[in-house]
């Protein structure tokens, strides 16, 4: 029982909710950069909402399985022909191909069982900067064997309502894709806005910023006109998933899953918890523009998309025939 | 007990993170405050946070994505109810934690620079860096990465010009006042002075970090043999 890596594409590692609880030694929670989707592609296999699945990145991978496997890939739009969005039954000895992303930069495919996998620090998510976690704390290669935790796919295929074939007559409404650019994210004022000048802020509002090539899982880099700050040195504090701060250079950076997690750079602005899988979903070259919004604001939109995933996340479980939560 | 500092407020890191900050600049008593303080929120095992970091200035506090209130108003009231009942002791936060360090040439990058712009000999740095009692200010910057405070104002010396794109696991480098330790290989500015065989970091460990704030450091010199010697067992 296990899935069979043919081609690793260009970062497929596995990822779940992340690592929590450990931030005051150094280790960031990592974990999916689209935690939605990751819910997503979870629900639709039958999982619970933060189990692993694999995070694809803007060029897919090739996978052989080698049991009738109950799969779904969301997330981004990738090319291959496979269905998105929805469970899949993919045959014993069936490929799967996923091309490159035309419509969001991540995916994640999750398996009905999940995959056997030893957690460390209570996640089985990849650290890539300390090299630990998922498979061998790195991103997968050729020849890399996936062990299916659970036997429970053609049960739980069996189980779902509307079936056709190896899949499903409905899907799940994308929660996190870009629908056009320049994406618009939420932000609220950083500890050090006010130390920036008044130039510096409205251009950090007015520019349209462009994703730059060295963006990873640690943070991405924003292109756009250098914004310039007077004072000095800041005492290095506490930074989070969603910081935007701002090197000596003064191209911002907004910090990702894997962030550090103390800074000593100037942070101007905190994107709002609700629009980071949003954000997630930006590949290299990709647009967005940043509106202030307030605490509340901030706050209201992260209660209105958790309702929205509790929405999706009820519906998928009714066609298990399970009443939902 | 001397009086505790007030915070200068409790600011948002988001709508999901709150940093009660105590001093912009670096001062060891504010900087022990927040550690008592961090140990004192831990201690109440509030089901609403999921993190909780004592930084060099102030604590910070992360929020699990559930929590549907106001972080500002719950940080503000569990900072305010844990001063009220008392801090622990700066004695009880932290633990001992002894750091076999060799300073051979080898090891020890920037000895000689460092020793010609503070025109004090190798000898004398190595005797003075071993000589000293620390504490660990914070973890941050990378897993099991501490900035260690208390190092002799003799050996203040600024960050290297050009910083290092590969620093080795387990360097121990100084600069202004303070003493870090690289817990892997990675790129870094501060003057290497000597290695650790210990690893600072394994998440195999039950306790994965050698440091957490507030633990009390000291260095203790090792010949090359004894540091070898101790790699092997790690």
């Known amino acids: 029982m296990s899935v069979r890596v043919l081609r690793p594409g260009l970062l497929t590692t596995v990822q779940d909710q992340g690592r929590h609880g450990h931030q005051h030694l150094g280790l960031s929670p990592g974990g999916a950069m689209d935690t939605i989707a990751l819910a997503l592609a979870n629900a639709l296999v039958g999982n619970p909402p933060g189990m692993a699945a694999l995070e694809i990145t803007v060029i897919g991978p090739e996978l052989l399985f080698e049991e009738d496997t109950l799969v779904a890939l969301c997330g981004a739009e990738f090319l291959g022909g496979f269905p998105h969005n929805r469970p899949v039954l993919a045959r014993a000895g069936s490929k799967l191909s996923v091309g490159r992303a035309v419509r969001g930069a991540r995916a994640y495919l999750a398996v009905a069982g999940g995959f056997w996998l030893e957690a460390m620090l209570g996640s089985c998510s990849t650290y890539l900067p300390g090299a630990f976690g998922g498979l061998d704390g790195r991103a997968l290669r050729h020849g890399d064997v996936l062990p299916l935790a659970e036997n429970c796919s053609k049960e739980r295929f069996a189980a779902l309502k509307r079936r056709n074939g190896s899949t499903v007559r409905w899907s799940a409404p994308p929660l996190t894709l870009p629908d056009r650019e320049p994406i618009v994210v939420h932000a609220v004022e950083g500890q050090h806005f006010a130390s920036f000048d008044a130039a510096a802020q409205r251009t950090f509002f007015d520019t349209v910023w462009r994703v730059a090539p060295e963006s990873n899982r640690m943070g991405f880099r924003l292109a756009g006109p250098a914004l310039v700050r007077a004072d000095g040195e800041i005492l290095s504090g506490p930074t989070c998933l969603g910081s935007v701060q701002v090197p000596p250079n003064g191209a911002p950076i907004a910090l990702m899953a894997d962030h550090q997690t103390t800074g000593g750079y100037p942070r101007i602005a905190e994107i709002a918890a609700a629009d980071v899988p949003r954000v997630a979903q930006l590949a290299p070259g990709a647009t967005l523009h940043f509106a202030l919004c307030s605490l509340e604001t901030a706050r209201e939109l992260r209660l209105d998309s958790k309702a929205r995933l509790d929405a999706s996340l009820r519906s998928i479980a009714w066609e298990y025939g399970m009443s939902g939560k | ?234």
């Open chain 2, 1 to 234: 007990m001397a009086k505790l500092p007030k915070p200068l407020g409790v600011v948002p890191l988001g709508d999901l993170a709150a940093y009660v900050e105590f001093s912009r600049t670096l001062d060891l008593e504010v900087n022990s405050v927040a550690q008592r303080l961090a140990a004192a929120i831990v201690a109440r095992g509030d089901p609403r946070i999921r993190d909780v970091v004592p930084a060099l200035g102030g604590v910070a506090m992360h929020f699990d994505p559930a929590y549907d209130g106001d972080v500002l108003l719950a940080a503000a009231e569990l900072v305010e109810q844990c001063m009220k009942k008392g801090l622990p002791d700066a004695d009880d936060v932290g633990r001992d934690v002894e750091v076999p360090i060799c300073y051979d040439a080898e090891f020890a990058l920037d000895l000689a620079d460092v020793s010609q712009r503070l025109k004090i000999s190798p000898e004398e740095i190595v005797k003075r860096h071993a000589e000293a009692e620390y504490r660990v200010l914070m973890v941050g910057f990378a897993p099991g990465h501490p900035y260690i405070g208390g190092l002799d104002p003799k050996l203040s010396v600024p960050r290297r010009d050009t910083p290092r794109v590969v620093v080795p696991a387990g360097s121990v480098a100084i600069a202004n006042r303070q003493t870090v330790l690289y817990p892997y290989s990675m790129p870094g500015g501060w003057n290497v002075i000597g290695r650790t065989p210990l690893t600072a970091f394994d998440p195999m460990r039950p306790r994965p970090s050698l440091f957490a704030a507030g633990d009390r450091v000291r260095f203790r010199p090792v010949s090359k043999r004894d540091f070898l010697s101790l790699r092997e067992r790690q």
